[in-house]
């Protein structure tokens, strides 16, 4: 016999008894249908919830994404705009430089040229140009009359520099007083600056063959060795790039050259930052030529630039007063 539990509900009308497994089977399938349908709707929700989860996932990574797309335009366009300030910063540095040092040579000119005005960076910018313009004259003036340039019409280059060394034919150490021009028989010998002709003709105890020598204003003296041809005269006036000879081999010479040299008074220069030099590097000179005083030569220059220019100015005031 087996044993089930029993409830006994005892009322008014008498009592009913009601054993568990009676009671089950009569409300079995409620609980079936309460569970499934507990277990329908869970299980719906849950499928709901998990699609919201995956919607909004979805979402939020193109959102994401797009962020971080506008993160990497708005980075690129910072760095751009920061390598153009950096840009603009370099180049406003460089031109305040430049106009800083613009202002420097002007004031170093101005006083140079000895202008009046107590301070000279207030007067109007076109009567500072006109300083500057005058100065430009006394640097052409000295560039004219001072040794400066190639003497040769077409630089080809140099063979040989200034300086001691071993003579290619002599073998004999000594200080070979000049530099030596890679050129070709005939190519054009010009003077390097305004003189007169001292010496022209075949120098043999030299050993420079057909030689020229010119005179130039002060102190200054080139000459010009180993020429096939001399076409300039002694006492002829010459300027400078004027045609004065043609290349040659003539003398103690190991092969068509122009050997050059610079004289100041009774000294050898090194001809090479002579024939350097020109108005765009005008200031180079002064301290890679040593023995010549180009202090009092510069004002000298401009004491004749000075001179000139009152001339000129009364000139055009008296024929203006006609
Ligand atoms: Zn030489």
Do not use: C
């Not at 089977?25 to 309460?34: D, Q, T």
């Not at 153009?84 to 406003?92: A, G, N, Q, Y």
């Not at 170093?108 to 500057?132: I, S």
């Amino acid at each position: 016999m087996r044993n089930y539990f029993t409830v006994t509900i005892s009322d008014v009308h008498g009592s009913r008894h009601y054993s568990f497994k009676h009671f089950f089977r009569k409300f079995a399938w409620v609980i079936v249908s309460v569970f499934l349908l507990i277990w329908s709707v869970g299980a719906v929700s849950l499928w709901w919830l998990a699609y919201q989860a995956q919607e909004m996932e979805t979402q939020n990574a193109a959102r994401v994404s797009a962020f971080t797309e506008t993160l990497k335009q708005a980075r690129a366009d910072y760095e751009k705009l920061l390598a153009e300030k950096d840009s603009i910063e370099s180049d406003l540095e460089q031109k305040s430089a430049e106009i800083a040092f613009l202002d420097q040579s002007l004031k170093g000119l101005e006083t140079l040229v000895g202008v009046d005005a107590e301070e000279p960076e207030k007067l109007p910018y076109e009567e500072r140009v006109k300083q500057v313009q005058l100065n430009t004259l006394g640097k052409n003036l000295l560039l004219n009359m001072t040794p400066s340039g190639h003497a040769l019409s077409v630089y080809k280059g140099l063979t040989s520099k200034y300086g001691y060394r071993n003579h290619p034919i002599t073998k004999k150490r000594h200080l070979h007083g000049g530099i030596d021009y890679k050129s070709a028989i005939g190519d054009d010998v010009v003077a390097t600056a305004d003189g007169v002709v001292k010496y022209s003709a075949y120098n043999k105890d030299s050993g420079f063959g057909n030689l020229v020598t010119i005179l130039h204003a002060n102190g200054f003296k080139t000459r010009y060795g180993h020429l096939s041809q001399r076409s300039v005269k002694v006492g002829q006036f010459v300027h400078k790039g004027q045609k004065i000879g043609e290349v040659g081999s003539t003398g103690r010479s190991s092969g068509p050259h122009l050997h050059y040299e610079v004289w100041f008074l009774h000294h050898r220069l090194n001809p090479l930052p002579f024939a350097k030099w020109n108005i765009e590097n005008y200031d180079d000179i002064f301290t890679k030529v040593k023995g010549v005083p180009w202090g009092s030569l510069s004002l000298s220059v401009d004491q004749i630039v000075k001179k000139v220019g009152k001339q000129l100015s009364q000139t055009v005031a008296s024929s203006a007063e006609k």
